[in-house]
């Protein structure tokens, strides 16, 4: 049967510890005279993790070495939820929706929320529109009618269609592997634990 990508998350082992980083394109230049300094903002933005998985039994590890051998690396793609901090903060009543078809940048107009909660979502909570994780930057309040504006990181990676749904209940991006880590295994039949970095793929 031919590999699929993305791939789901091995279901063995756990993660014991996720590093999120944020990586952003912004440069900078200082004038030697006026020590005046300009920031140059070039739009991209992407996120990173660093990954630990708890120690385990050999058997469940052998699934793991597999896993990263389907992914081969850089070519192949796999589904990452931030499982230690993905519930959300605020309210998050409702059935959330995209409103309003050609949107860009860093805030996204959205309804479909319980209505008049103050706090649907707050800062720092992740939700996933498409195929990528978002999260928001400042708590937002949604109106009477159910409708919500989020400013969020990173900014929209493409235009969504109206009525689009947001992911609030585990959400969760598309990434890669940047380099398959190796695995040790001991006499007892265990596997140490074991760390590996993961870019966002857009």
């Known amino acids: 049967m031919a590999i699929t990508y993305p791939l789901n998350f091995p279901t063995s082992g756990g993660i014991s510890e996720i590093t999120w980083k944020k990586e952003s394109s912004v440069s900078s230049s200082e004038s030697p005279f006026s020590k005046n300094l300009k920031v140059y903002d070039w739009g991209g933005k992407r996120l990173e ?9 050999v058997a469940q590890a052998k699934t793991w070495e597999a896993w990263f051998m389907a992914l081969n690396g850089l070519e192949g793609t796999f589904w990452l939820t931030p499982s230690l901090d993905s519930a959300p903060s605020g309210g998050a009543g409702g059935t959330p929706l995209v409103n309003g078809a050609s949107q ?7 309804d479909g929320w319980d209505p008049s909660e103050t706090g649907i979502l707050k800062a720092g909570d992740w939700f996933q529109l498409g195929n990528h994780l978002y999260r928001v930057l400042q708590d937002a309040n949604s109106d009477v009618g159910g409708n919500a504006t989020f400013d969020i990181w990173p900014g929209l990676r493409s235009s969504p269609g109206d009525d689009d749904p947001l992911t609030i209940s585990g959400p ?27 870019i966002e793929a857009i």
């Open 172 to 198: 969760k991006g598309i990434f890669r592997v940047i380099e398959m880590p190796s695995l040790k295994y001991d006499r007892n039949q265990l596997c140490a634990g074991f760390q590996f970095d993961a």
């Open 104 to 110: 860009t940048g860093q805030s996204l107009v959205t």
């Open 49 to 57: 993790a660093t990954i630990k998985i708890a120690p385990m039994r």
